[in-house]
């Protein structure tokens, strides 16, 4: 599109889509059971069924607040956009491990 005079920001395409995708998959996570493909696979997590589901459950609602996040993000601008990529990706990662860790201690 650039090269045929068209400016196309494919931020504004790229990231939506994938916030949808974080979406549909944080619907999906709670449902899954404790295997070594899909879920948050730490060694709380698959060592103790109980911490697999509720920080799986967790894991979800992080997943979809995230694709919310980038949803909106990437309709509003590219410096914003980024901004909200790396607050998603954090999230996503922190908040699940951080709470398997303390499910792991307190059980």
């Known amino acids: ?14 990231l939506p889509v994938i916030g ?7 619907n999906y996570l709670p449902k899954a059971t404790p295997n070594y493909m899909i879920g948050i696979r730490l060694p ?3 060592h103790n069924s109980e911490n697999w589901q509720k920080t799986n459950r967790i894991g979800g609602f992080v997943m979809v607040f995230a694709g919310f996040i980038l949803i909106i993000t990437g309709l509003i601008g ?3 956009a980024v901004i909200g990529l790396i607050l998603s990706m954090v ?7 951080i709470y398997a ?3 792991g201690h307190h059980q």
């Open 44 to 46: 709380e997590t698959l």
């Open 91 to 97: 999230l996503i990662i922190v908040v699940p491990t």
């Open 20 to 26: 949808v995708l974080l979406i549909v998959l944080g």
């Open 78 to 80: 590219n410096t914003i």
């Open 101 to 103: 860790s303390w499910l």
């Open 1 to 14: 599109m650039y090269a045929l005079n068209h400016p196309f920001n494919i931020i504004s395409i790229i």
